[in-house]
T-cell receptor
């Protein structure tokens, strides 16, 4: 089955800095890679996703890049703000009846 | 309104009690999931239902029993739980199971404490 590794487990940055979270996956057939943000005491929510036929996708201060050859994808947050502090989860799945596999999560702390 | 509603938000139960967690989705999705989230642990998939049929049971102890009476409702029946079962239980739904453009929509979870 699919295996998703996520690093780092904890990331501490100063407000205004950039943050990068990386995930690797094992199944080359995976073709959909969503990212979820979970604020303290709240539910995980989708913030951005990317399909395997796209190398990069941006949405304001967040972007996701995908390297299919190396089987890794990354979340980039620029100009971080304290409200970006949360746990971020990556996931990978295949089309059809395949359940998404989650990474272990990264706790991002943005210091004002 | 999240589209996925879980009740109760908090539950405290003794090890000999029987209780049920409820999840309801108003999104017209075909797949529903139960996840367990413990402190400092990843999201652990417990059960998946697709079109009301169970398609995944991830080696979950029998003291957890899921029920999916229709595509909008999902229950998790609990009995004779252990203290290590204390966790946040998250319900999620998706349009289809696993496909792209089919992300998970999570409920707010039930915080379960077993005493």
């Amino acid at each position: 089955g699919e295996n998703v590794e996520q690093h780092p487990s904890t990331l501490s940055v100063q407000e205004g800095d950039s943050a990068v979270i990386k995930c690797t996956y094992s199944d080359s057939a995976s073709n959909y890679f969503p990212w979820y943000k979970q604020e303290l005491g709240k539910r995980p929510q989708l913030i951005i996703d990317i399909r395997s036929n796209v190398g990069e996708k941006k949405d304001q201060r967040i972007a996701v890049t995908l390297n299919k050859t190396a089987k890794h994808f990354s979340l980039h947050i620029t100009e971080t703000q304290p409200e970006d502090s949360a746990v971020y989860f990556c996931a990978a799945s295949k089309g059809g009846s395949y359940i998404p596999t989650f990474g272990r999560g990264t706790s991002l702390i943005v210091h004002p | 309104e999240t589209g996925v509603t879980q009740t109760p938000r908090h539950l405290v139960m003794g090890m000999t009690n029987k209780k049920s967690l409820k999840c309801e989705q108003h999104l017209g999705h075909n797949a529903m999931y139960w996840y367990k989230q413990s402190a400092k642990k990843p999201l652990e998939l417990m059960f998946v239902y697709s079109l009301e049929e169970r398609v995944e049971n991830n080696s979950v102890p029998s003291r957890f029993s899921p029920e999916c009476p229709n595509s909008s409702h999902l229950f998790l029946h609990l009995h004779t739980l252990q203290p290590e079962d204390s966790a946040l239980y998250l319900c999620a739904s998706s349009q289809d199971m696993g496909g792209w453009d089919s992300p998970l929509h999570f409920g707010n979870g039930t915080r379960l404490t077993v005493t």
